[in-house]
């Protein structure tokens, strides 16, 4: 278990890291959204399942899907909208 | 008095006022006269043979290199700002006391006091909706007010702007609509997706029924009003993506937001204030407990989850469909 905890902590740096590295928006928000999820298992594992649901659920839910909203208003995802104009 | 001295002294007086020498030989033009008495400026007497001022040629300068300067100034104190800010949190997390140990200030007797007489006070098998919906009840009512207050401002910002465009629309257009800055995106059109529409009417019950059951079973297993209204307001944007936004029109618009969130705010309002005067710590409280592990019990700890779940999915959808679509 103990062994589980430190991969998912380790993973929970290099996503901080890879988030604010990453050039593309779309995969910071997708490695965004990882992070979100990783630390909802921590908070599983850390015996506070009220906020690993919270987290889940806004964190890697409903935050993100605004990520994506606002990427979209700014035209960075995708050129789809653009073409069907 | 020394001439030279004062010749320079002059020169030196017309470098910083920016009326250079005049050379001997030149005639000035006949002056136009003035069409307004009081609007005419002296300079404009020299103005061929005006100078910049210390003033004039300090922003001329600044234009030049002021970015430049700004950015090396910014980018400077912005990495000095940072390490002193990372250097203070990181001394203060070592003066923090280590984490999970039993003598801890968070392992005192308060803790010991939730967990002892929390199931009995609070009648909440969930320990953690009895903290923040009992004891700590208030705070909630807080944090429930700021995320009305939030959407409520959105909505204000965002529907005036949109009402300002509709009546711009209804008028003929006088600037060019290609190239407007002021022109809005275009609208975020609704595709019919058949992948996203089967998926959306497998989950989208499945994740309602999860957000009412974490929302309602608050005070029995882990959840509550906030997680639950999150999870609702899931559902809530995934019907919106697959179907459109008319679809979640017909049964959650604008008006039912402000509907139900206001009255779930003054539910709460009127309930947490009365049970403040009739149950706070040494007052008997007339609202029956219940037996612990039952749906009705806890008090008055149900009513307020559902009534927090309500504002959160409110809000968070309203959120998203103002930002998509600048309506609700």
């Given at each position: 278990m103990l062994i589980i905890e430190w991969l998912l902590l380790i993973f929970l740096i290099v996503c901080a890291i890879a988030v604010s590295i990453s050039s593309n928006l779309l995969n910071s928000i997708i490695i965004f959204m990882s992070y979100s999820l990783v630390m909802a298992v921590i908070w599983v594992l850390l015996r506070s399942p009220d906020l690993a649901i919270t987290e889940a659920a806004v964190g890697a839910g409903v935050t993100s899907v605004l990520f994506f909203l606002a990427l979209r208003k700014i035209g960075q995802m995708g050129h789809k909208d653009g073409e069907e104009k | 008095m020394n001439e030279e001295l004062k010749a320079v002294w002059a020169s030196f007086f017309n470098w910083v006022m920016g009326n250079g020498p005049r050379p001997e030989n030149e005639v000035i033009p006949a002056e136009p006269?003035?069409?307004?008495?009081?609007?005419?400026?002296?300079k404009d007497k020299y103005s061929r043979f005006h100078e910049a001022t210390l003033k004039e040629r300090y922003s001329q300068w600044l234009e030049i290199h002021g970015l430049h300067l700004f950015s090396v100034l910014y980018s400077g104190v912005s990495v000095l700002l940072c390490i002193v800010l990372v250097s203070l949190l990181l001394a203060t997390v070592a003066e923090?006391?280590?984490?999970?140990?039993?003598?801890n200030p968070a392992n005192n007797e308060v803790i010991e006091r939730y967990v002892k007489h929390g199931g009995r006070e609070t009648?909440?098998?969930?320990i953690v909706a009895g903290l923040i919906l009992d004891y700590r009840a208030f705070d909630t009512f807080g944090e429930s007010s700021v995320l009305f207050t939030a959407a409520v401002s959105v909505l204000m910002i965002l529907g005036a702007s949109r009402r300002n465009s509709l009546k711009d629309d209804s008028k003929p257009h006088?600037?060019?609509?290609?190239?407007?800055?002021l022109q809005r995106g275009p609208p975020l059109m609704h595709h019919d997706d058949a992948i996203l529409r089967g998926v959306a009417s497998l989950s989208i019950p499945v994740i309602l029924m999860m957000g009412c059951v974490v929302v309602i079973n608050g005070h029995l297993s882990p959840g509550g009003g906030f997680s639950g209204g999150a999870i609702l307001s899931t559902a809530l944007i995934l019907a919106a993506n697959a179907y459109g936004f008319g679809k979640v029109h017909a049964f959650f618009s604008e008006r039912t937001f402000i509907v139900s969130s206001s009255t779930a705010l003054m539910i709460y309002a009127l309930s947490k204030g009365y049970s403040f005067f009739t149950?706070?710590?040494?007052l008997h409280s007339i609202i029956p407990k219940g037996?612990?592990?039952?749906?009705?019990?806890?008090?008055l700890i149900l009513p307020l989850d559902i009534c927090v779940g309500l504002i959160v999915a409110g809000t968070l959808y309203g959120f998203y469909a103002l930002f998509s679509e600048g309506d609700m």
């Open positions: - | 006269p003035p069409a307004l008495p009081f609007t005419q400026k002296p923090l006391p280590p984490f999970g140990h039993e003598r009648g909440a098998q969930n006088t600037h060019d609509p290609e190239s407007g800055i149950g706070a710590n040494h037996t612990i592990g039952n749906i009705l019990s806890a008090g």
